[in-house]
């Protein structure tokens, strides 16, 4: 229990709270596939707003409680500004890295604690141990896990010592960053509003797929954004293909699966109303799909969501 807990304690950020532009400066130029969480913009956005209600501020006491038992500070989940996660190859391993962006005071604080926590068991095997390296002090945790801080505000963790100190080199300008690679190319810019992306680099597709879908092996990119745009909450996927040919096939398929969809003359208004929002398109050798449904609606079956779980949480105390 007490080695979970010192791993949440490099994983603050492993809720969707985070704010920041994606940091290509700091992502390896191979790397195959990412995912982004920014909070400026999702604490601005109305369903930001709600699961910071919901969720993280009711949950967050008992995480941050163990954490000062665990390594002696006290960290608030409104420090954290940013999270990546980061592949060089096509499925995600234990190469992955993790780069967590908090406020430089937090960062500062976090350090010297598991620097303390480190340094106080030097001489036994304590759950937190410090090894040096070309990049400065590398932390081991929980025997698992590598943790370094680099610049002001950075944390990087990952499961590979070989990997974070790739990483770190990457961001001190020692190793080629993703602005000086062609990898993720072709994607359009995101909408204002966007706090979450995903983007994939070459890969990989089941080995079964249905006769009508096996065009979409043609695909060698990928790229998923969600967020709020005006009034509705925005869903977009995009596909890169292998040829013009290959994408002008993927959009006719997606057109005909929504056809479909329409003429089975659904009888819940809501469900119609979402699949006739859906959009498609395509340009150059990327289609994209994208659909909107109202904030307010997805806002109101959160809550919905979170009172049936608080209910469900007292049912079971009283019994």
Request: glycine share 6%; hydrophobic share 40%; with cysteine.
């Amino acid at each position: 229990m007490k080695q979970k807990i010192l791993i949440l304690a490099w994983l603050l950020a492993s809720v969707p709270v985070f704010a920041g532009p994606l940091p290509k400066e700091c992502i390896s130029a191979d790397a195959k596939w990412l995912l982004h969480l920014d909070a400026a913009e999702f604490k601005a956005a109305e369903i930001g707003k709600t699961v910071a209600k919901e969720y993280i501020e009711p949950n967050w006491a008992q995480a941050s409680a163990a954490i000062k038992m665990a390594v002696e500070v006290d960290l608030d989940w409104q420090d954290l500004q940013s999270l990546t996660v980061f592949g060089t190859e096509a499925k995600p391993d234990d190469r992955a890295v993790v780069l967590i962006q908090v406020e430089k005071a937090a960062r500062q604080k976090l350090e010297k604690a598991i620097h303390e926590k480190a340094q106080a068991s030097k001489d036994a095997e304590g759950t937190i141990q410090e090894e040096e390296s070309p990049a400065g002090p590398i932390f081991k945790i929980a025997g698992s896990h590598f943790a370094t801080a680099a610049k002001d505000t950075l944390i990087v963790l990952s499961k590979n010592r070989t990997a974070l100190e790739k990483t770190v080199a990457v961001i001190n300008g020692k190793s080629p960053n993703l602005n000086a690679s062609n990898n993720f190319a072709g994607f359009s810019e995101d909408p204002k509003g966007m706090f979450f992306i995903i983007l994939a680099e070459g890969f990989y597709t089941p080995d079964q797929l249905p006769p009508q879908a096996q065009i979409f092996r043609q695909a060698e990119g990928g790229k998923v954004v969600l967020g709020e745009k005006g009034e509705n909450l925005y869903v977009s996927l995009s596909l890169k293909a292998k040829t013009t040919e290959a994408c002008t096939q993927m959009q006719q398929v997606l057109q005909g699966l929504q056809a479909l969809v329409t003429l089975s003359k659904n009888d819940d208004p809501e469900i119609m109303g979402l699949i006739n929002s859906i959009k498609i398109a395509s340009h150059d050798k990327i289609v994209s799909v994208s659909l909107e449904y109202s904030a307010q609606q997805a806002l109101s079956k959160l809550t919905e969501l979170a009172d049936k779980k608080h209910k469900h949480k007292e049912k079971r105390k009283k019994s």
